[in-house]
């Protein structure tokens, strides 16, 4: 089956910090999402990007098709940014594969 | 619109008993799945349903677990009888199709001692 692999696996941030997370991903994908776990366990859905670019508010995201990566951008990071990013693709009809996450936690 | 629910939010039991977790999806969204996810993992698919068929079951482990979505709606998964290794947070997502985004609630999590 497909392989999805995060890095980094852990990160600390000081508030106010620019961060770039990577999703690598092992074959063609029509569906990938990034999520957002908070700290209470909640899936929270980023964006929808088996393609292109997108961007919302502090949040962009960008998926290289042809390459089989995406990249998570977070800027001017605050501490309710902590929590665990997670990468998650699809092909086909299969159901949404995911990573290992990225552990982020924003320091005051 | 309103979200997924999921029902209940916690639950402890004791290793060999029984139990039973409830997932009503978004309305109009025909694809439901329930995701495992163990502490420190990513979540890990248990189960496909598109309406009321089972579309991928592969990773379900058939001699314990249960599950099953009447009407095409709401869905109900069990454990029989439960191990310490199911200790874990049980996640329900929904979606229009597979190749769309998907909704999770807010899952229940579950302790066997």
């Known amino acids: 089956g497909i392989q999805v692999e995060q890095s980094p696996p852990d990160l600390i941030l000081q508030e106010g910090a620019n961060s770039t997370l990577r999703c690598n991903f092992s074959?063609?994908?029509?569906?990938l999402q990034w999520f957002h776990q908070n700290p209470w366990g909640q899936l929270i859905n980023l964006f929808y990007?088996?393609?292109g670019t997108k961007q919302n508010g502090r949040l962009s995201a960008t998926t290289v098709a042809t390459e089989r990566y995406s990249l998570l951008y977070i800027s001017s990071s605050q501490t309710t940014d902590s929590g665990v990013y997670f990468c998650?693709?699809?092909?086909?009809?299969?159901?949404?594969?995911f990573g290992k996450g990225t552990r982020l936690s924003v320091i005051a | 619109e309103a979200g997924v629910a999921q029902s209940p939010r916690y639950k402890i039991i004791e290793k060999r008993q029984s139990v039973a977790f409830w997932c009503n999806p978004i309305?109009?969204?025909?694809?439901l799945y329930w995701y495992q996810q163990i502490l420190g993992q990513g979540p890990k698919l248990l189960i496909q349903?598109?309406?009321?068929?089972?579309?991928?079951d592969s990773q379900l482990p058939k001699d314990r677990f249960s599950a099953e979505r009447l009407k095409g709606v709401d869905s109900t998964l069990k454990i029989q009888p439960a191990k310490l290794e199911d200790s874990a947070v049980y996640l329900c997502?929904?979606?229009?199709?597979?190749?769309?985004?998907?909704?999770f609630g807010s899952g229940t999590r579950l302790t066997v001692v």
């Open positions: 990007i088996p393609s």
């Open positions: 074959d063609s994908v029509n569906n």
């Open positions: 997502a929904s979606s229009l199709d597979a190749a769309y985004g998907y909704t």
């Open positions: 998650a693709v699809g092909s086909g009809n299969t159901p949404l594969v």
């Open positions: 349903f598109q309406n009321n068929g089972v579309v991928d």
């Open positions: 309305s109009g969204h025909a694809t």
